[in-house]
């Protein structure tokens, strides 16, 4: 039996704003991820200026600036402001040297300090913390790059008033903020308008004390030593939910499969012509 042609026009046209309500355009956020074999393989879906990977650079690495191709930068993570005996990885002095050894360009570059209270860290730079981010933030100038700073959430929550200092000493913060994905209670994932909330609050903060400041937001794909796992919707809403606030958001925790599923959440499915 042959359909009305105008019945047709009338049930496609009612189905055109389902379809288009499910297809949510592409996010305009940056996207990043530690370098491993894992992220790898999913690594050639970054194309964008704000896109990042990111490595505790050594001589062993330095091959790094030759697979990733701009504008995607390297973030050269640091945990200390020299290298200590604590831990064997390069110190933000020592990673600029190597840079600079090897003439990679400042503008490949983001110099990312990440104190934490654990090895790697010495005790008085995190005690110093203001004092530290004044530091780092005269050796990245002196080398030409962008400095990111990023302590530890647990950190920052005794410190939310140094917020607005520590922005002026960085062009990026990198909220980590995995501690704001669940419920302090319940110990579950909490709604995306609550999760957007306190990001907004700490953003605000930041942006007191630099109306400039870039913010990269990290989020975690599992949690509570893996007892709670979260899945691409789950993830691409929390990043969604303040793309409007932030610049760029770093997957952690992602294998291979997840990662590219989520990028696929904000970017949509990989073009055919996509480099691998």
Request: with cysteine.
């Amino acid at each position: 039996m042959k359909t009305p042609r105008h019945v047709v026009v009338v049930f496609v046209a009612c189905l055109l704003p389902t379809l288009a309500s499910e297809r949510q355009p592409n996010s305009p956020l940056g996207i990043g991820f530690l370098w491993t074999a894992q992220s790898q393989q999913v690594f050639g879906r970054l194309n964008r200026d704000q896109d990042f990977v990111d490595i505790l650079l050594g001589p062993g690495n330095v091959d790094v600036f030759k697979k990733v191709k701009p504008p995607v930068k390297v973030s050269c993570i640091s945990l200390s402001l020299e290298q200590n005996k604590e831990r064997p990885f390069l110190g933000l002095k020592e990673t600029i040297a190597l840079l600079r050894k090897n003439n990679i360009p400042p503008d490949r570059v983001l110099l990312a300090y990440n104190p934490e209270r654990h090895p790697g860290t010495p005790t008085p730079e995190m005690d110093d913390l203001l004092g530290s981010a004044r530091r780092a933030q005269q050796m990245a100038r002196a080398y030409g790059a962008p400095l990111l700073i990023g302590p530890g959430m647990r950190e920052m929550m005794q410190r939310e008033h140094l917020y607005p200092e520590l922005a002026k000493c960085c062009d990026i913060w990198m909220l980590q903020s995995q501690r704001l994905q669940l419920d302090e209670t319940t110990r579950r994932p909490v709604e995306v308008g609550v999760y957007r909330q306190k990001v907004k609050k700490i953003v605000d903060q930041l942006r007191q004390g630099n109306p400039k400041i870039r913010v990269f937001v990290q989020i975690v794909t599992i949690a509570e030593r893996a007892k709670v796992t979260q899945s691409p919707e789950q993830i691409a809403g929390f990043a969604r939910a303040i793309e409007d606030i932030v610049d760029a958001v770093r997957i952690y925790g992602a294998r291979a499969n997840l990662l590219g599923q989520i990028i696929e959440q904000l970017r949509g499915a990989k073009s055919p012509a996509t480099t691998p």
